[in-house]
């Protein structure tokens, strides 16, 4: 289970990372509105968030459901690069400030090697990052894949929250299903596990994707 005070966390998204350690201990059901305003801009439901109505995963327990989904390779591709590309460009729309102080007290400031290539990766396609591709939710390009890991927490840099990550892929997953799939399907799963780490580490579970910014 995840244990938000033992986190330090150093990436860009630690405080959304943060906020899911604190919920994601049980998976009760949660809704999150299909349409939101903001003051300042007076939209509904934006472009981003679309794919959530599209999908039905408007609710925690369905997007919990999809991840499985997708570390099962049961997923569509081309379905989960679209949520993909939403929530990293979502981040992009609504960023925490460069520097602020977490819930622990701690001053974090965000790496600028990490937006960089979160701006890349949204930039490429405009509207999905091309990170698996269809029949059986395979890997797609590597150089995506690749870039998409280096977002996530280092083994040595940051080991609570990396191995936080890999706890959420064997309470989705099954922990003996986690090996048995990476010898059985190596690269495709390699690419499906970067993915779902990916979108969980951008809150994807917990809050799906950002309508609004999360700091005023």
């Given at each position: 289970?995840?244990?938000?005070?033992a986190?330090?966390f150093?990436?860009?998204?630690?405080?959304?990372?943060?906020?899911?350690?604190r919920h994601?201990q049980t998976k009760q059901?949660?809704?999150?509105?299909?349409?939101q305003?903001t003051n300042d801009?007076n939209?509904s439901?934006?472009q981003?968030s679309?794919?959530?109505?599209?999908?039905?995963?408007?609710?925690?327990?369905d997007?919990?459901?999809?991840l499985?989904?997708?570390?099962?390779g049961?997923?569509k591709?081309?379905?989960t690069?679209?949520i993909?590309f939403?929530?990293?460009?979502?981040f992009l729309?609504?960023?925490?400030?460069?520097?602020?102080t977490?819930e622990?007290?701690?001053n974090?400031?965000?790496?600028?090697?990490h937006?960089?290539t979160?701006?890349?990766?949204?930039s490429?396609?405009?509207?999905?990052?091309?990170?698996l591709?269809?029949?059986?939710?395979k890997?797609?390009?590597l150089i995506?894949?690749?870039?998409?890991?280096?977002?996530?927490?280092?083994?040595f840099?940051?080991?609570?929250?990396?191995?936080?990550?890999w706890?959420?892929?064997e309470?989705?997953?099954?922990?003996?299903?986690?090996?048995?799939s990476?010898?059985?399907?190596?690269?495709?799963?390699?690419?499906?596990?970067?993915?779902a780490?990916?979108l969980?580490?951008f809150d994807?579970?917990?809050?799906?994707?950002l309508?609004?910014?999360q700091y005023?």
């Amino acid at each position: 289970l995840l244990h938000s005070n033992a986190f330090a966390f150093t990436s860009p998204s630690n405080y959304y990372f943060h906020r899911l350690a604190r919920h994601t201990q049980t998976k009760q059901r949660s809704s999150l509105p299909a349409s939101q305003t903001t003051n300042d801009d007076n939209i509904s439901i934006s472009q981003n968030s679309a794919v959530l109505e599209r999908l039905d995963l408007t609710e925690q327990i369905d997007r919990w459901l999809y991840l499985q989904d997708l570390l099962e390779g049961d997923a569509k591709g081309e379905d989960t690069n679209e949520i993909l590309f939403s929530v990293i460009k979502s981040f992009l729309d609504y960023p925490p400030p460069r520097k602020f102080t977490d819930e622990e007290g701690e001053n974090i400031i965000l790496e600028d090697s990490h937006v960089e290539t979160m701006e890349n990766l949204v930039s490429i396609d405009g509207c999905s990052i091309q990170a698996l591709k269809d029949p059986d939710c395979k890997a797609g390009e590597l150089i995506v894949v690749n870039a998409l890991e280096g977002l996530l927490p280092g083994e040595f840099e940051n080991n609570d929250a990396y191995k936080s990550l890999w706890d959420m892929m064997e309470q989705l997953h099954g922990r003996e299903a986690v090996g048995q799939s990476k010898a059985s399907d190596g690269p495709n799963w390699d690419a499906r596990c970067v993915v779902a780490r990916v979108l969980i580490y951008f809150d994807f579970l917990q809050d799906g994707i950002l309508e609004k910014p999360q700091y005023q």
